[in-house]
């Protein structure tokens, strides 16, 4: 199998190493993504300026392009001009960090895969529960590698890609896999007031995230209770109910 591999992280985070070695065994990596951090970017896209493909080396070999602009970026120019073919699957991760609820709709890395989704391309994100640097990527790799590798039997439909999110645990304390809806949690916004050494005013996001408390089998609960949670997402930004409520209008 040819297989694109992208994420927010950057091309030179271990997340991305990890899936890399993940999903070798399978067939043909090929690593396009962001130069530097880029997370919480979305579905972003680079059109004011132009973007660098600079081809990224590690272990004396190429592991793909170094991208100056985000996933989304990535995934496109990928498919459009960098690859000789059409890759047979997406896969963006492993990010440090995981995305869940309302964190799918920010989120680079699950963008990056939904970029693959909207070409056609069976595709999946995956993201650790954990923003530890010397977070343990080894359950992670496993459950990318067997997912990754029965991905192709799923029959997706074309306007739907996996959200995977895997506890930063040893393999043998991860209870199983669940498939789940995401849950409703929200982000409490919070925006420190700072000044630099200039004396002018800036903010610092700070955030706290509020887990609500679902009376269903939902991703980010059931990742707290140390399971790989998997969520079939698709995009269908309309209300079809409030629709029908609205045809009055047409008569304005």
């Not at 100056?68 to 997406?90: I, R």
């Amino acid at each position: 199998m040819n297989i694109l591999v992208s994420n927010d992280d950057g091309i030179d985070s271990l997340g991305i190493v990890s899936l890399v070695r993940a999903l070798k065994p399978l067939g043909k990596v090929t690593v396009v993504a962001p130069d530097r951090q880029q997370s919480a970017v979305g579905h972003s896209l680079t059109f004011s300026s132009p973007l660098r493909a600079t081809p990224f080396h590690r272990d004396g070999e190429i592991l793909g392009y170094s991208i100056n602009g985000t996933p989304c970026d990535c995934v496109k120019l990928a498919l459009s001009t960098l690859l000789d073919e059409k890759p047979d699957m997406v896969i963006s991760g492993i990010n440090h960090g995981a995305n869940t609820a309302i964190n799918i709709l920010y989120s680079g890395t699950v963008s990056a895969a939904t970029e693959g989704m909207l070409s056609g391309i069976p595709s999946m994100a995956v993201s650790v529960n954990s923003h530890d640097n010397n977070a343990d990527f080894s359950s992670a790799m496993h459950y990318s590698y067997l997912l990754a590798k029965n991905l192709l039997n799923l029959n997706m439909p074309k306007d739907t890609f996996l959200n995977v999110n895997i506890p930063a645990l040893p393999l043998e304390s991860i209870k199983g896999i669940k498939t789940v809806e995401h849950n409703s949690s929200l982000w409490k916004d919070e925006y420190i007031e700072r000044f630099d050494p200039f004396g002018q005013k800036y903010y610092w996001f700070s955030g706290k995230y509020e887990v609500f408390n679902s009376n269903v089998d939902v991703d980010d609960i059931l990742l707290e209770e140390d399971y790989v949670t998997i969520t079939p997402v698709q995009y269908n930004l309309t209300n079809k109910v409030f629709l029908k409520n609205i045809k009055h209008l047409e008569e304005l």
